[in-house]
Each structure stands twice: as structure tokens, then as C-alpha cells.
């Protein structure tokens, strides 16, 4: 039973650049959440998605979207890349019925320059 | 409003038991998590516990919830070398969808 699984693991781009990165939820999950690890700090929500719909959003411009398809899997896209948005990005999936018991991925390592 | 804190680094010898310490300040979360987290790595969860338990025990991990002081711990027994990671304390409420995580203890285990 695979975990949850992110694509790529590493990533450079430059500034004003567009990124998309992937994840796909453990087997059995419906929810998929998005959160920002900067160096050093714990990491930061950015939103959740329940049924194709951003149910929960954190405290993120609009630069940062999301979605997630019909098996779960989801996206996050981040828009004019700025250097602050260097990060690891952390996708946790869950159970609606399972009380927010969050599993995390491996995570994707951007880098902005 | 949701703020959870720890203390920065803890360094234990082999062998002995680690504690790692975390404070809330909103009486309101529902859940508490541990999460484990080595090097370049994601999140693993340790455990959790519901906010209406004072204790829960899962093999080497011991988590305590004092509710008054609204004070979490987790108690590493025979810490081993593999233990060395930073670990998370993260809190959830009720009707709210996201973890509250706090900065992480970085545990370092000495010969």
C-alpha cells in the first residue's frame, strides 16, 4: 500500500516563473491538504481540498491555487515565483470520516533564484 | 487563536529516556499530534491523542496532556540513534481542517 506520493522531489525556478507540483493521497484517502515548510520553522497550511473543492484555505495570496481530480489526486500551482517562495511543500492526505489524522508525503523541495 | 511552542533542541545519550516538551495556548483543539521529521524528509506520524485523555501509550512513546497547563509531552524510552530528528507538536480544532504545527525540537542522540 503506497503512502502518499509527491512529484517531482526537487525543483529550481527562477522568479516570476509558474510551478505545479503533484500529489497523490494513501490509498483509501478523499482529502488532500498543502503546506509550506520554510527552513527552520514548522509547516504552514495553505489549503485544504474535500471533493474537488477548496474547503479550508491558510493565510496564502492567490498566487497559490490548487485542485484536486475525480481520484483524489491533487495540484498546487504557485504563480509569479517569488524568492520567498523557496520552500519544501508538504502534501498530507486523510480520511473525511477519520478525524483529521493528516499522513504527510516526502514533500517537494523548490527552489526559486 | 492557535499558538503552539517548544523548546529548540534537546540532547540525550543513548539508552536514556528523551522527553520533549510543547505548550498550547487555545483550550479549544480537539486533537494533538506528534510528528517525527529526519533530514530531508517529510512528516511521519508518531502519534496523537484526543484532548479529553490525559495519557496514551504506543510502545517506546508516551504522550501526556496536562489540559490545565495546557502543556503536551512525549516521552522517548531507550532512545536510540535512530531517534535523532527534529519532531513536531501540531494541534487540531473542532470544524477546522488544518493542523497548527509549532517549530520543532531538534533531538540529538550522543554515544
Known amino acids: 500500500d503506497a503512502g502518499v506520493t509527491q512529484s517531482p522531489t526537487h525543483l529550481i525556478k527562477t522568479r516570476g516563473q509558474q510551478v505545479t507540483l503533484r500529489c497523490s493521497p494513501k490509498?483509501?484517502?478523499?482529502?488532500v491538504s498543502w503546506y509550506q515548510q520554510a527552513l527552520g520553522q514548522g509547516p504552514q497550511f495553505i489549503f485544504q481540498y474535500y471533493e474537488e473543492e477548496e474547503r479550508q484555505r491558510g493565510n496564502f495570496p492567490d498566487r497559490f491555487s490548487g485542485h484536486q481530480f475525480p481520484n483524489y489526486s491533487s495540484e498546487l500551482n504557485v504563480n509569479a515565483l517569488l524568492l520567498g517562495d523557496s520552500a519544501l511543500y508538504l502534501c498530507?492526505?486523510?480520511?473525511?470520516?477519520?478525524?483529521?489524522?493528516?499522513?504527510f508525503g516526502a514533500g517537494t523541495r523548490l527552489s526559486v533564484l | 487563536g492557535e499558538d503552539v511552542e517548544q523548546s529548540l533542541f534537546l540532547s540525550v545519550r543513548e539508552g536514556d529516556s528523551s522527553v520533549i516538551n510543547c505548550t498550547y495556548t487555545d483550550s479549544s483543539s480537539t486533537y494533538l499530534y506528534w510528528y517525527k521529521q529526519e533530514p530531508g524528509a517529510g512528516l511521519q506520524l508518531l502519534t496523537y491523542?484526543?484532548?479529553?485523555?490525559d495519557m496514551k501509550q504506543d510502545q517506546r512513546l508516551t504522550v501526556l496532556l496536562n489540559k490545565k497547563d495546557k502543556h503536551l509531552s512525549l516521552r522517548i524510552a531507550d532512545t536510540q540513534t535512530g531517534d535523532s530528528a527534529i519532531y513536531f507538536c501540531?494541534?487540531?480544532?473542532?470544524?477546522?481542517?488544518?493542523?497548527?504545527f509549532g517549530a520543532g525540537t531538534t533531538v540529538t542522540v550522543r554515544a
Open positions: 501540531a494541534e487540531s480544532f473542532l470544524n477546522d481542517y488544518k493542523l497548527s
Open positions: 498530507a492526505s486523510s480520511f473525511s470520516g477519520a478525524k483529521n489524522i493528516q499522513y
Open positions: 490509498s483509501g484517502h478523499d482529502t
Open positions: 491523542i484526543f484532548s479529553n485523555m
